[in-house]
T-cell receptor, first 114, second 109 residues
Framework: EPEVTQTPSHQVTQMGQEVILRCVPI?????FYWYRQILGQKVEFLVS????????KSEIFDDQFSVERPDGSNFTLKIRSTKLEDSAMYFC????????????FGPGTRLTVT | TQLLEQSPQFLSIQEGENLTVYCNSS?????LQWYRQEPGEGPVLLVT?????EVKKLKRLTFQFGDARKDSSLHITAAQPGDTGLYLC?????????FGTGTRLKVLA
């Protein structure tokens, strides 16, 4: 069964450093998403991406964040200058609304900013 | 702002008991998903409900979408320790999914 994959599973970085989180969505999906979940809190929407551009973004997704689909398979989230409060699980998801409302999540990347 | 409130937040029950988790909003959603999440892992999709009043069954789990598509419930019959986990509802908005606050279920053997 196709699945969303994410790398790395755990990333430790120092405050102020740039990080890139990588995702490979399900191959025939068209919409891609990033969410984050701070430990013990709810899953929060960050951004959605379709046809090589951002469809919608939340207030969390400020100028420090960017997304890119550099090739036909990868979908990345970049945080330019990490802050302590960026520590969280980051989940990538994908779907194809033409095939239904189901959204499939990757296993997540745990980002720890020290 | 679309919000989804889940209740209860925490639930600890004995094996064999029944339970219901609620997911409520003042907003209308085109569809609603239920997920289960284990610690350190991503949410795993359980079911999608689309039509107001729709009822879907997944073994011992029964999901219902409210007539007005603003709320949903998850009912578990004869809960088992394997049902332990975080249950999340998520409503489909335009280009995003809004997640509920979550219900953490613990089923004791």
């Amino acid at each position: 069964e196709p699945e969303v994959t994410q790398t790395p599973s755990h990333q430790v970085t120092q405050m102020g450093q740039e990080v890139i989180l990588r995702c490979v969505p399900i191959s025939n999906h068209l919409y891609f998403y990033w969410y984050r979940q701070i430990l013990g809190q709810k899953v929060e929407f960050l951004v959605s991406f379709y046809n090589n551009e951002i469809s919608e973004k939340s207030e969390i997704f400020d100028d420090q964040f960017s997304v890119e689909r550099p090739d036909g398979s990868n979908f990345t989230l970049k945080i330019r200058s990490t802050k302590l409060e960026d520590s969280a699980m980051y989940f990538c998801a994908s779907n194809d609304p033409g095939q239904g409302y189901e959204q499939y999540f990757g296993p997540g990347t745990r980002l720890t900013v020290t | 702002t679309q919000l989804l409130e889940q209740s209860p937040q925490f639930l600890s029950i004995q094996e064999g008991e029944n339970l219901t988790v609620y997911c409520n909003s003042s907003s209308v959603f085109s569809s609603l998903q239920w997920y289960r999440q284990e610690p350190g892992e991503g949410p795993v999709l359980l079911v999608t409900v689309v039509t107001g009043g729709e009822v879907k069954k997944l073994k011992r789990l029964t999901f219902q979408f409210g007539d007005a598509r603003k709320d949903s419930s998850l009912h578990i019959t004869a809960a088992q320790p394997g049902d332990t986990g975080l249950y999340l509802c998520a409503g489909a908005g335009t280009y995003k999914y809004i997640f509920g606050t979550g219900t953490r279920l613990k089923v004791l053997a």
